[in-house]
């Protein structure tokens, strides 16, 4: 077997990603692997789009036309990839917070890659951000550990967002894992028997803000709205519906994963069955 040069934590909310990451990135270090763990979030998450909008060279080249004096800052923050010019305008906003006009803020999350655009922009842009990301880790001796990037935020956005077709989104999954081949990924998931139980955990731990923005995305917008979800019974009803879905597409996919079913805080069980998934992946195999 080869060495994994990339391990992605899958599962709904409160399923324990992050966690789970965070222990195994430990182990592989204690172990003498180097790791980097890329949590949601992060602003330069190499393979993800955290608060990143995507402009034309007109759209970019108009709102330096309306403030010249931040076209050098800006430029601090800009990407390009072909005609698309990627700013990383959350990352902008959280290190000059007092830079940036209202009119630009506004304007920015329009033009968001997750809440922004069109889902055919969306799914060509991370799958070459992926493409980008395998080519860089190719190069590396580092073992990538990344959370909810490869099956929570994609399907998300295409279901909640957009009411996909799951055939179209499992379609992108699909394509998404057959890029990362080269780094031969891991996928460990994480699978509440109770759902309903994980969720109101996580709702009770995490601010009021973060309930409401993800009652509103998935009950708000084109899925919900289709089915008549409403409340936190939507957020559920909808987890449920993405849990039993990632389940059944992980096995029909190119890469070895874990399901790593669990219910409460049995952590040192859970991280005994992850040691022993990955220990064959390793030269010497004692990761156990």
Not at 221 to 236: C, M, T
Request: net charge negative; aromatic share 10%; hydrophobic share 40%.
């Amino acid at each position: 077997m080869h060495t994994p040069r990339l391990i992605l934590f899958e599962g709904i909310p409160g399923s324990g990603k992050t966690t789970a990451a965070a222990r195994l990135q430990l182990h592989l270090q204690k172990e003498g692997f180097p790791s980097t763990f890329w949590q949601e979030g992060h602003f330069d998450h190499p393979a993800d789009f955290e608060g990143i909008a995507c402009l034309t060279a007109g759209d970019l080249q108009h709102f330096l036309n309306q403030q010249p004096a931040l076209a050098d800052v800006i430029q601090e923050y800009l990407s390009i990839r072909g005609e698309d010019h990627l700013l990383s305008y959350r990352k902008l906003q959280h290190q000059h917070p007092d830079l940036l006009p209202q009119s630009l803020l506004d304007a920015m999350p329009q033009k968001d890659v997750y809440d922004g655009l069109p889902m055919a922009d969306y799914c060509r842009l991370a799958l070459d951000r992926w493409q980008s990301f395998t080519q860089s880790a190719q190069e590396s001796d580092a073992i990538t550990l990344m959370e909810c990037c490869f099956l929570q935020n994609p399907l998300t956005v295409m279901l909640a967002r957009h009411n996909a077709d799951p055939q179209f989104a499992r379609e992108h999954i699909l394509r998404l894992s057959r890029i990362i081949q080269p780094l031969n990924p891991l996928v460990i998931y994480l699978s509440p028997q109770n759902p309903r139980s994980a969720l109101e955990h996580v709702r009770a731990e995490r601010p009021h803000e973060w309930a409401d923005f993800v009652t509103w995305y998935l009950t708000g917008q084109a899925y919900g709205q289709a089915r008549l979800l409403s409340g936190f019974e939507g957020v559920i009803q909808f987890y449920t519906m993405r849990q039993q879905l990632e389940l059944d597409l992980l096995p029909a996919l190119p890469v070895s994963s874990l399901i790593v079913k669990q219910d409460g805080d049995a952590w040192n069980d859970r991280q005994q069955d992850i040691n022993r998934f990955i220990a064959p992946y390793f030269l010497n195999g004692d990761l156990t």
